[in-house]
């Protein structure tokens, strides 16, 4: 949502018209934002030893009743060490901030309850922008949710699947669709945590929508077997 304010140069001192583009969700309660504003001041910041004019603005959620800080830096020029009345800005961050937790349904962390506590770790380290390990984190939840997942239906080969490689255990996933997101999962975690990236084209974000998509295709195999253990009356 672009907003325009009245707010003060800290250099000159004079009131400046600037137009931003409001953060969109209250980095706290994760609610839709509608860039309410308490207070504003445009001043300089340095990052990589450069010198970037900013807009420093103190917003207010109306749904959790808490304020926050959002940064905004210039659109066409964010290294200009000079404000332009036509410059838009947009966000760099805002704090403080929560991580917006994923919700899996109750099965889920009864069959792999530490695929949940990884998961949610590396969904936390993503949110506060630690994107260089958090796919890391995300192919460990994968490992834990495979192997946990073939523990329930193989209890009798525990020793062989918690002691075997990550591909060996995929190959032993029954159903296509499962099999073939947890090993596209581990191709591109291995990129995560190699020096060299083979998929180039794609990145974290993809074992987490990967990831997704195998608790998904779980969940609708645990409610088919619900409905197959119905007996005829």
Same mark, same amino acid.
């Given at each position: 949502m672009r907003k325009t304010i009245t707010t003060k140069n800290h250099e000159t001192g004079e009131s400046e018209r600037i137009s931003f583009d409001s953060v969109k969700k209250c980095p706290l309660c994760h609610a839709a934002f509608n860039g309410e504003t308490m207070s504003s001041a445009l001043a300089p910041f340095e990052t990589e030893n450069r010198r970037i004019y900013g807009l420093y603005v103190l917003h207010y959620c109306q749904v959790c009743g808490i304020g926050f800080y959002a940064l905004y830096e210039p659109k066409s020029d964010p290294y200009s060490s000079s404000y332009s009345r036509d410059t838009i800005y947009t966000l760099v961050g805002a704090m403080p901030r929560k991580p917006e937790s994923k919700d899996f349904i109750a099965e889920i962390g009864i069959l792999s309850p530490s695929f949940v506590r990884i998961y949610e770790e590396a969904n936390r380290a993503e949110s506060y922008g630690l994107t260089s390990i958090c796919g890391m984190a995300y192919r460990k939840a994968l490992e834990y949710l495979v192997k946990d997942y073939l523990l329930e239906k193989h209890p009798n080969e525990a020793?062989? @699947?918690?002691?075997?490689?990550? !591909?060996? !255990? @995929? /190959? /032993? @996933?029954? !159903?296509?669709?499962i099999r073939t997101l947890a090993e596209r999962a581990a191709w591109l975690g291995n990129d995560e945590t190699h020096y060299l990236k083979r998929h180039v084209d794609y990145s974290y974000l993809d074992i987490k929508d990967f990831l997704e998509a195998m608790v998904a295709f779980i969940q609708y195999e645990k409610t088919v077997d619900k409905a197959a253990a119905i007996p005829r009356i």
């Open positions: 020793t062989k @699947i918690t002691a075997e490689t990550l !591909s060996q !255990s @995929i /190959r /032993r @996933i029954d !159903s296509p669709k």
